[in-house]
T-cell receptor, first 115, second 113 residues
Framework: DQQVKQNSPSLSVQEGRISILNCDYT??????FLWYKKYPAEGPTFLIS?????DKNEDGRFTVFLNKSAKHLSLHIVPSQPGDSAVYFC??????????????FGSGTQLTVLP | DSGVTQTPKHLITATGQRVTLRCSPR?????VYWYQQSLDQGLQFLIQ???????AKGNILERFSAQQFPDLHSELNLSSLELGDSALYFC????????????FGPGTRLLVL
């Protein structure tokens, strides 16, 4: 049972254009959502997050939108640069049993920005 | 550099063998998490330790075990290895902020032949 889904395994975008990466979730108990970026041969690095009580969070070229009623979030990258080419993971945060806060990850989307 | 270190970077072993993966968390982080990433899969949560105690368990096989030592470093032990255990194993640490942000090490790539 996948609680966090990234339905697009890959996305190609021209340099300078907008990249939109999507993520859907099923569990209403998630209260924060995070995006991670992963380059080959490296671990995932934290990129941006959003609280479930907000609908938008912006950090430079990166903006995350949350549609709570649709249980959908998206990451917008504007303008896209070749260095943004990486795998992007969506993660949802919740408190599990024993008061442990955990992240549930999607399967990732490979973004390729073409020069 | 996240501040989380993992050793070794690569490990090649045979089926039936046992290996130990090591992780040192960021300075001050009490929580350590272990994840498995198989080919083209997402990050599967295995287990979490907090200040030496097991705190949460995910999809960890009985052949796998972990521990966190008093100096907060952690080890993941994989035994009776099978071909399907070949994967990237990531360790992450956190201060348990309100978001649950985790910081990942570079991973250990395990190949079971």
């Amino acid at each position: 049972d996948q609680q966090v889904k990234q339905n697009s395994p890959s996305l190609s975008v021209q340099e300078g254009r907008i990249s939109i990466l999507n993520c859907d979730y099923t569990n209403s108990m998630f209260d924060y959502f995070l995006w991670y970026k992963k380059y080959p041969a490296e671990g995932p690095t934290f990129l941006i997050s959003i609280s479930s009580i907000k609908d938008k969070n912006e950090d430079g070229r990166f903006t995350v939108f949350l549609n709570k009623s649709a249980k959908h979030l998206s990451l917008h990258i504007v303008p896209s640069q070749p260095g943004d080419s990486a795998v992007y993971f969506c993660a949802a945060s919740s408190i599990s049993s024993g008061s442990a806060r955990q992240l549930t990850f999607g399967s990732g989307t490979q973004l390729t920005v073409l020069p | 550099d996240s501040g989380v270190t993992q050793t070794p970077k690569h490990l090649i072993t045979a089926t039936g063998q046992r290996v130990t993966l090591r992780c040192s968390p960021r300075s001050g982080d009490l929580s350590v998490y272990w994840y498995q990433q198989s080919l083209d899969q997402g990050l599967q949560f295995l287990i979490q330790y907090y200040n030496g105690e097991e705190r949460a368990k995910g999809n960890i096989l009985e052949r796998f075990s972990a521990q966190q030592f008093p100096d907060l470093h952690s080890e993941l032990n994989l035994s009776s290895l099978e071909l399907g255990d070949s994967a990237l194993y990531f360790c992450a640490s956190s201060k348990e902020d309100r978001r649950g942000t985790q910081y990942f090490g570079p991973g250990t790539r395990l190949l079971v032949l």
